[in-house]
């Protein structure tokens, strides 16, 4: 009576050390795993960080849209417009990054599974504390990695938007992973430090450096894989992803392998206008009587008035050639595209502006997201920004923005307004 008592008390499924039985887990795995997280997640998190910087999205009343303001506006720019690919290479390394990083995080999510099962939950007031860090990082990993990569596919599933979703979530995210970076990166590294001095065969883990209950099994099963031979499985899905996405982002032959990335693969149909849209102007309700030539007109505000333009009278202004890419937030990003309009700051200068200043871009879009836009007064100066009219010698297709669109070097695809109906020049 009293065995069978003591057996009812014992732990069993999950929350029994038994259960765990595969012989790969254990701290020198994981460390490895770690160590590769430790450095990519924070190349993430800074190249993120950057990407809202280049749009600087209205995120109040916690961040407001002027550098400089707000409690997690601290960090924000004047975004540059040089290199004019610089956007181009941040947000695609963001973006491929964070894809090639899927399988590391996955096989790191594996390797520390058991303990969420410990018994007891919390032995003391640190260890609880520690617990509760836990639940952020993971929680934050999902959310983070779930949420870009929904984007990056264009499933907009999740509850509202997804920049101040995602931004927010990075921030709960990385101060979790920052704190048990803090806590476990000097044993990732000793553990590091002995693999290379030849211990840390399967099932040959450091007793102090690997209690029971925390990751080596108790009674491992025999190994049917090596743990190098694990860690290159990983490394193969990594690079997999990358092969099969980061074409999407740069110029070469990677972009005829970016066979699972919206807009990846071979440049769309031929012509002028083929090269990748995000949203076409039947998505974005565009009606096309208000963009015949009878009924368009580009309203320009200023210091001196508005002044109301047709096409033809924006042909008769002097027109600009130069060619640049266009880069969106989802990491994607055509070739150079040369294109041909009127400067920004020539109808800056038509407004009453002689001096650069920020212009407010409003569009015809009647559906989805970034309708307006705003441009800083370094960008309105670039004599690169235009207000496009051309593109590749022809006039713009309705889906790349006819009748007018903006392109400005180095600038987020999302400020590169399509169906521009009015620009306001002033102090934003």
């Not at 047709?310 to 989802?330: F, K």
């Not at 009127?342 to 407004?351: F, Q, T």
Request: hydrophobic share 45%; charged share 20%; glycine share 10%.
């Amino acid at each position: 009576m009293a065995r069978s008592s003591l057996l009812g008390r014992l732990p069993r499924g999950p929350f029994a050390p038994d259960f765990w039985r595969s012989p790969l887990r254990g701290p020198r795995f994981t460390s490895v795993l770690g160590v590769v997280l430790l450095a990519g997640i924070t190349v993430m998190f800074v190249t993120g960080l950057v990407s809202y910087a280049a749009y600087n999205p209205d995120l109040s009343p916690v961040n407001d849209r002027t550098p400089g303001k707000g409690i997690l506006g601290f960090y924000l720019f004047s975004w540059p417009t040089d290199p004019p690919w610089l956007y181009r290479l941040t947000q695609g390394v963001h973006v491929t990054l964070g894809l090639a990083l899927v399988p590391v995080l996955l096989a790191k999510l594996w390797s520390v599974v058991p303990r969420l099962f410990t018994l007891p939950p919390a032995r003391s007031v640190t260890h609880a504390l520690e617990r509760i860090s836990l639940l952020l990082l993971v929680g934050g990993a999902l959310f983070e990695f779930t949420t870009g990569i929904l984007n990056v596919q264009l499933d907009y599933i999740f509850p509202g938007s997804f920049y101040p979703l995602h931004f927010y979530g990075a921030w709960v995210f990385f101060g979790a992973f920052l704190a048990h970076t803090v806590l476990k990166a000097p044993a990732a590294f000793r553990n590091l430090r002995r693999m290379r001095q030849g211990a840390g065969e399967a099932g040959d883990e450091d007793p102090v450096e690997a209690p029971v209950e925390d990751l080596a099994a108790p009674r491992p099963d025999p190994p049917t894989v090596s743990r190098r031979g694990a860690l290159g499985l990983v490394g193969g899905g990594s690079l997999l992803l990358v092969a099969t996405s980061a074409g999407r982002s740069f110029d070469g032959p990677l972009r005829e392998t970016a066979v699972l990335a919206p807009h990846g693969g071979p440049e769309p149909g031929s012509g002028p206008g083929a090269f990748q849209v995000n949203k076409t102007a039947e998505y974005a309700g565009i009606r096309p009587d208000d963009t015949t030539e009878e009924a368009w007109r580009l309203t320009v505000t200023g210091r001196t008035g508005t002044v109301r333009l047709s096409r033809a009278e924006l042909l008769t202004l002097p027109q600009h050639d130069v060619a640049l890419p266009i880069a969106c937030v989802e990491g994607w990003s055509t070739s150079d595209q040369d294109w041909r309009g009127v400067r920004l700051r020539d109808l800056a200068a038509l407004a009453g502006h002689d001096d650069p200043v920020d212009v407010f871009v409003e569009s015809l879009q009647l559906r989805g997201t970034w309708r307006h836009a705003a441009l800083s007064a370094d960008q309105v100066a670039d004599g690169r920004s235009l207000l496009a009219l051309f593109v590749n010698g022809a006039e713009l297709t309705p889906d790349h923005g006819h009748p007018a669109r903006v392109i400005v070097p180095a600038a987020p695809g999302v400020l590169n307004t399509k169906w521009v109906d009015r620009l306001t020049f002033g102090e934003l």
